[in-house]
């Protein structure tokens, strides 16, 4: 060990990990030089592997930019052993693609093979290939268009849900070439522009979520008569007439949970007969789809929600906070408290968590910038990539096979983004 | 004296008495050295010495012992031995006796009833003395002159008279003096053992024994004490208590400079400047003409008494001329100066602030600017923001009114008017959904897209009715055209009031609390406040004239009141009785924006002299307090309608949120906590913040600025 500290002061370092990689318990005297890539190098001679790992390196809940010194000069630790974890590194974001867009892109999702579906404020929904060809292009609503989401795929047809402003929301059915796309039906409910939409893992519901303060829930079946009678509604009627022959068939919801006292900006289906919602009201609330009741409120004061999400393995929910946080909170604890964390340095509007890893996601901000997190390192980022330079508001992430596609402003890009392989 | 009589009497020969005259023969060779030493003793040993002396003169001569003589007895026949007679003479110890009776100290009854009262020295009878009656002693004092200093003599038996010197040693007792004549109370000190001690006397007796042991009456008196202590007989030192002390007390607390002033410092003289530097830098030295105008003017003129010069080195200053002069007037300056105290405030800075709570516990307010909306080239002047928190319409000086979302900042909906966009103003009411646009003498009342049927249906009906209410019996300048159901799209308004001509860009929208009523201030020369009804689409001037220009209008939130502000003054009517409350003074020049507390018992004014007046409506006309905090005038104020906050915006470019929280008790005042600065406008031509107002249910603010941008201020 002494030999290890023959220039310059050292560290007293404890190594630990979750990874497959673990090294001895054992305390290490470090040079307060050191960087990340000697503190790699350290670990993988360490270990002996024959094909070198890049690790990052996290102390306490930072990921460690600087040299150790540097750390500890920084956060005023200058006697006590660090404990320092390793996780195995992930390549920087690299940027894969761009489609612009005339307007505002609302959401984005690629979460079927080969298309990227977009949706966006001129109530128009696109489909892009993997070529950045506009494969499909349909006008779905009058309105801006603030969520859409896939219910379900089979090779070539694919269900989508989508919400809008003019306060319905619609089933579509779209196929991968662009040949037969079309809206199957309208779901009629909200008396207040719509913000997000989202279907369960089997496609058989679709929850729907409103500025109205109440949450829609669907079932997919196409019915073949209208359920809700037609709005006496002037300007549109002869139009809608005209349309009759394939006029998408009105629904009505098959139930409606009521529990929020603000806007809903988010609803998500967790397990089987669960969903999550946040809203303008500053809780997160969980509720019970059979019962369609309110299982549990957290409350925060006076922090309105933008967005959720879910952790993969559904044990985390992370909400985006208009006060620049997202909160955590830990859906297994018998009452579930959050933490606020991640600090941003301006409005989160979008989260999107990695389809494979529990610990890492992705959030985008109207500054323009894509952060990417390890809920270890909630302190600092572990990196940062800006679409479109940074200048245009980031409105909505997805996160599907090392792909993070980004809607805003801007259009959509394309990064790559790759993941870290869960042990768990 | 008795007992030596008696001795004489029983005993004749007695053994001390033949001694006596040895003694004296003894003692005669230094007599005379005995005599000067012992002058202790008293008088009689005078007297002895005077009878040895005369006994030394015939000693040999002389016979002292009277010599017996054997004769015999004529009654027995026996010898005897007869004595001569005693003749008491200054031999004998009774010589000068003459009292012959020698019974001595006996009772005298004892002889009552006998002849005689005693015997002589010779043993012979004393016969009683004849004693007269009572009689003849009345005729001896009568007679006798010295019978009353006669006294009766017991030994004798009869009355002796006294002697002079017992008459004298009567009258000095009675006159409490010493009873000896003789006797000299003011005699010389005789100076036995001198007064006069030494200091070191010398001795030469040697060192007496105890002064170097232990004294053993000492030790037995300590062990008694010791004893005494160790039984507990004697507590040892009680601990003095405080109060048995005398109370000591410090005369010096009480400041003596509270009533005496302290010595003043004498007045400092001034340093010296630049210019007294004996090298001051060159702009320090004065010109030829400034020189010649310094020596043209009198002393007393002269702005300064020295002419700044130049010398290369400190060694070539020459003495300094004035230094007597200027001590001089040193010395006339410490003892002439009037010497003003000046009471040098010893107050700590921080206790003057006053003590507000910490912005961090006052959270939620607006901190960060969260997204922008952007009008282009052109001034963001109005601006409002829809009941339910949710959509923001603004208009620009291009005629561009946009409707978007405040939480995303995507413009949904654009109408295009001709001229620019005096005011923006939603309806207040939430079961229709309608704005009010004020461009250049005319009212636009637009409905935005995408609303709920029902509350679609409302609007139309409300703004576009099937039957016209029936026309005002006064006909009214202003104009209410509704666009036929044909022709409009949702692109135009529905509705237009046309109001009269030459009335200008309507300045300012307000709004009735309940949305039927809408009251528009017009910035031209024929405008002035005019109130419209929207049922009824009826309008009409409260005011027929009204003193001063009038720059904004306010409803009261609960009560029929309306407040005009004018240039300097802000005047509340009561519209159900048509009379002036109040006028409310602010002591700002010209006033350009209002707004009201929800509570309606508070009003902010802020004014283009950057004054920001807060009224208790309450209190008084006067402002309860006056905030100047922007460096430029005052743009536009509102309180927000659900969180104590309000918010200030300037021609500076900033933003400043208050905390102002109103107690509903009279009692307390009202708390101002100045919260954050906003910055992130762009000044334009002069021009700032041009209006600010709050999302109604967030701690949101959305500020529209002379930039062309709005702002949306997050918490």
């Known amino acids: 060990m002494a030999s290890t500290s023959s220039a310059g002061p050292s560290v007293a370092v404890v190594f630990t990990t979750k990874t497959p990689y673990p090294l001895p318990t054992q305390k290490f005297m470090i040079p307060a030089s050191w960087k990340r890539f000697h503190l790699s190098q350290l670990v993988n001679k360490a270990l002996g592997l024959s094909t070198p790992i890049p690790f990052d390196f996290l102390v306490k809940e930072q990921v460690l930019a600087a040299s150790l010194g540097e750390w500890c000069a920084e956060n005023d630790a200058h006697e006590e052993t660090l404990e320092i974890e390793y996780i195995e590194s992930i390549l920087p974001p690299q940027k894969m693609a761009e489609i612009p867009h005339e307007e505002w892109v609302s959401s984005v999702s690629c979460k079927l093979q080969g298309l990227f579906l977009t949706a966006s404020y001129d109530g128009t929904v696109r489909a892009f290939d993997y070529s950045q060809n506009e494969t499909i292009k349909i006008g779905l609503h009058a309105a801006p268009i603030t969520s859409l989401c896939v219910v379900s795929s089979n090779e070539d047809n694919h269900l989508i849900a989508t919400a809008s402003h003019d306060l319905t929301a619609q089933l579509s059915h779209i196929s991968t070439d662009g040949s037969s796309s079309k809206s199957l039906a309208t779901l009629h409910l909200h008396s207040e522009p719509l913000s997000s939409v989202c279907a369960n893992v089997t496609g058989s519901h679709v929850l729907t979520s409103s500025w109205d303060s109440i949450i829609g829930i669907w079932d997919t079946k196409i019915p073949s008569v209208d359920e809700v009678a037609d709005e006496p509604l002037g300007q549109d009627r002869k139009k809608r007439r005209k349309m009759e022959t394939d006029k998408p068939k009105r629904k009505g919801p098959v139930g409606v949970l009521k529990s929020h006292t603000g806007r809903v900006s988010r609803v998500l289906f967790g397990s089987a007969k669960q969903a999550y919602s946040c809203g303008f009201d500053s809780t997160v609330r969980l509720w019970d789809l059979d019962n369609e009741v309110c299982t549990n409120t957290i409350t925060v004061s006076e922090r309105p929600f933008v967005d959720l999400a879910l952790t993969c393995d559904g044990a985390l929910a992370l909400a985006a906070s208009t006060d620049r946080s997202v909160f955590m909170y830990d859906l297994r604890a018998a009452a579930a408290t959050g933490t606020p964390s991640l600090m941003h340095a301006s409005t989160p509007s979008c989260i999107a968590t990695s389809p494979s890893s529990t610990t890492q996601l992705v959030t985008g901000a109207y500054d323009g910038m894509v952060r990417m997190w390890d809920i270890r390192s909630t302190k600092t980022a572990m990196s940062t990539f800006k679409p479109w330079d940074g200048r245009k508001k980031i409105l909505s992430l997805d996160w599907q096979r090392g792909l993070v596609c980004i809607g805003g402003e801007g259009g959509v890009e394309i990064w790559k983004a790759a993941e870290e392989s869960t042990s768990v | ?715």
């Not at chain 2, 003459?98 to 015997?119: F, T």
């Not at chain 2, 995303?408 to 009411?429: D, L, M, N, Q, T």
């Not at chain 2, 107690?663 to 101002?672: A, E, K, Q, Y």
Request: charged share 25%.
């Open chain 2, 1 to 715: 004296m008795h007992s030596d009589e008696e001795g004489d009497d029983e005993a004749e020969s007695d053994g001390d008495v033949e001694e006596f005259p040895e003694i004296d023969v003894g003692s005669d060779s230094d007599g005379d050295s005995e005599f000067n030493s012992d002058n202790v003793e008293g008088d009689l040993d005078e007297e002895e010495v005077d009878e040895e002396e005369e006994s030394d003169s015939d000693a040999e001569s002389l016979h002292v012992f009277p010599r017996a003589k054997t004769v015999t007895s004529d009654i027995t026949g026996q010898p005897k031995r007869v004595y001569p007679e005693i003749e008491p003479d200054y031999d004998s110890d009774s010589s000068t006796e003459e009292a012959p009776n020698r019974v001595g100290n006996v009772p005298m009854h004892w002889y009552d009833d006998l002849p005689h009262i005693g015997y002589d020295m010779d043993g012979k009878r004393v016969l009683r003395p004849a004693r007269g009656d009572e009689l003849d002693k009345f005729l001896a004092t009568v007679e006798d002159p010295s019978a009353w200093t006669s006294a009766f003599d017991k030994n004798a038996q009869t009355d002796k008279p006294l002697s002079a010197e017992e008459l004298d040693i009567i009258k000095r007792l009675y006159d409490h003096e010493n009873p000896d004549g003789n006797y000299d109370p003011y005699e010389p000190t005789v100076e036995w053992f001198t007064s006069q001690v030494e200091v070191m006397p010398l001795s030469a007796a040697p060192e007496p024994k105890r002064r170097w042991i232990p004294s053993k009456w000492e030790k037995k008196k300590v062990m008694k004490i010791l004893r005494a202590i160790r039984a507990g007989r004697i507590v040892p030192n009680k601990p003095k208590t405080s109060s048995k002390r005398t109370q000591l007390y410090d005369i010096w607390k009480s400041d003596a400079s509270t009533t005496l002033a302290p010595a003043l410092p004498a007045p400092k003289p001034k340093l010296p400047t630049n210019a007294e530097s004996y090298n001051p830098p060159e702009e320090y030295l004065p010109t030829d003409q400034e020189r010649k105008e310094w020596e043209d003017k009198d002393a007393e003129d002269r702005e300064r008494d020295y002419l700044p010069q130049k010398y290369s080195s400190l060694r070539l200053v020459p003495g300094y001329d004035r230094f007597i002069k200027e001590r001089f007037s040193r010395q006339l300056d410490l003892y002439l100066a009037p010497r003003i105290q000046r009471a040098k405030l010893n107050i700590d800075p921080k206790s003057l602030i006053p003590k507000l709570p910490s912005p961090n516990s006052l959270r939620p307010f607006p901190t960060y600017k969260s997204l922008t909306f952007s009008h282009p080239s052109s001034y963001a002047r109005c601006l409002s923001v829809h009941p339910s928190g949710t959509w923001v319409v603004s208009g620009d000086d291009n005629g561009i009114v946009s409707l978007w979302e405040i939480n995303v900042g995507r413009e949904v909906k654009r109408w295009k008017f001709s001229g620019k966009i005096g005011a923006v103003e939603w309806c207040p009411r939430t079961d229709v959904c309608y704005f009010v646009v004020g461009i250049e003498e005319t009212l636009h009342f637009v409905i935005p897209p995408n609303l709920p049927a029902a509350v679609y249906e409302l609007t139309y009906k409300l703004l576009a009715p099937a039957t016209l209410p029936p026309a005002p019996e006064t006909p009214s300048p202003i104009k209410w055209t509704t666009a036929s159901s044909s022709k409009w799209t949702i692109d135009t308004p529905l509705l237009s009031i046309q109001l009269s001509s030459g009335s200008g860009l309507p300045r300012q929208i307000a709004w009735h609390r309940k949305g039927d009523y809408l009251s528009t201030v017009s910035s031209g020369a024929q405008g002035g406040v005019w109130i419209h009804q929207i049922t009824r689409r009826h309008s009409q001037a409260p005011f027929k004239k009204i003193r001063g220009d009038i720059q904004l209008v306010r409803f009261h939130p609960t009560k029929p009141h309306f407040f005009v502000a004018t240039q300097q003054y802000v005047r509340i009517y009561n519209l159900a009785e048509q009379t002036l409350l109040k006028t409310l003074m602010p002591g700002i020049k010209w006033i350009s924006s209002m707004d009201i507390h929800a509570s309606g018992d508070h009003v902010i004014v802020g004014g283009y002299d950057r004054k920001l007046c807060w009224f208790d409506l309450d209190l008084s006309s006067k402002p309860y307090k006056v905030l100047r905090y922007h460096s430029r005038a005052i743009r536009s104020l509102q309180f927000h309608p659900t969180y104590p906050l309000f918010a200030s915006s300037s021609d500076d470019g900033t933003i400043q949120i208050f905390h102002s929280r109103v107690f509903s008790d009279l009692m307390t005042d009202p708390l101002i906590v100045p919260l954050k600065i906003l910055r992130g406008h762009e000044n334009k031509e002069g021009l700032g913040v041009l209006q600010v107002k709050w999302c109604p249910n967030q701690p949101w603010l959305v500020s529209g600025g002379a930039d062309g941008a709005v702002n949306v201020w997050c918490s």
